[in-house]
């Protein structure tokens, strides 16, 4: 069964708008969720590593005022996209550490217009 | 730094194997992961090799080379479900990270 969940699978804005992304772990308690993005055929890049009940850590070039992630429970980060543009359209997808791999939520497609 | 290299498509015909290949370059190298994306999903979990040699799974092989920074994803006995994205990726020891190479698109030929 699923281990991991997003929501929402998919979401459509305006340029502006900000966008709340939420990943949960179904099966057990994650500390560390990791958070990608992937553009068109392109491969995942990290673009934060989510610590619970702490700061995230962002990767070289990744901005943390603009993708603003929480960490609150053991199940569930939230990645907020602040003011989206159309640039920022991309597939966003969540993991987390388990035993020997990283389990991969089913993403979230999001277009802004 | 990391430097994970694949090729970018490979075609091949049903019932036919095909192997893809993967060099890295990476520091606090633990192992391998190979995964497969199926277009507009999120990626599924093949294989991971930390040790030298040959993992089988089925139809699905994974080999690692840890002096050579060297990997290759073996499938054998090609379906037309296997056309998909394969990525292999690095993991480090020292953060958990994983560093992608940038995807194999195996197209299968009926």
């Known amino acids: 069964g699923a281990v991991v969940s997003q929501h929402p699978s998919r979401v459509i804005c305006k340029s502006g708008t900000s966008v709340k992304i939420e990943c949960r772990s179904l099966d057990f308690q994650a500390t560390t969720m990791f958070w990608y993005r992937q553009f068109p055929k392109q491969s995942l890049m990290l673009m934060a590593t989510s610590n619970e009940g702490s700061k995230a850590t962002y990767e070289q070039g990744v901005e943390k005022d603009k993708f603003l992630i929480n960490h609150a429970s053991l199940t569930l980060s939230t990645l907020t996209v602040t003011s989206a543009h159309p640039e920022d359209s991309s597939f966003y997808i969540c993991?987390?550490?388990?035993?020997?791999?990283?389990?991969f939520g089913p993403g979230t497609r999001l277009l802004v217009l | 730094g990391q430097n994970i290299d694949q090729p970018t498509e490979m075609t091949a015909t049903e019932g036919a194997i095909v192997q893809i290949n993967c060099t890295y370059q990476t520091s606090g190298f633990n192992g391998l992961f190979w995964y497969q994306q199926h277009a507009g999903e999120a990626p599924t979990f093949l294989s991971y090799n930390v040790l030298d040699g040959l993992e089988e799974k089925g139809r699905f092989s994974s080999f690692l080379s840890r002096s050579k920074g060297y990997s290759y994803l073996l499938l054998k006995e090609l379906q037309m479900k296997d056309s998909a994205s394969y990525l292999c990726?690095?993991?480090?020891?020292?953060?958990?990270?994983?560093?992608f190479g940038a995807g194999t698109t195996v197209t299968v030929r009926a």
């Open positions: 990726a690095a993991h480090r020891s020292n953060d958990y990270k994983l560093s």
């Open positions: 993991s987390l550490e388990g035993q020997e791999t990283q389990y």
